[in-house]
């Protein structure tokens, strides 16, 4: 599974549910960016609002793994999301 995940990179505006430990949840817009050397980089951004908020970036390596650049999501949001970008990847290839 690793070897399809290292060059399959999403093109697409994703939105995501992301639920936070308060239980409260918010939408956030993932962006995929290019302009990174790791091998998928994902833009994280509130989805509403007239000035989307920054909420940081996603990084993954070539093995798949991930690390979360950015201040404003705890470990769990994090974990969340990298969750979600990965899901719709690996369903192309079942």
Known sequence: MKE?????????EMKAW??????????????PDDSSHAAQCYQIYTAYGEYPGYL???LFDQ???WIYDGHDLDIAEQEQLANFILRPV????N
């Open 63 to 65: 093995e798949g793994c």
């Open 56 to 58: 940081g970036r996603i």
């Open 4 to 12: 399809k995940l290292k060059h399959q990179l999403l093109t697409i």
């Open 18 to 31: 992301l639920k936070h430990r308060n239980g409260t949840s918010d939408v956030v817009r993932i962006l």
């Open 90 to 93: 690996e369903r192309r290839y």
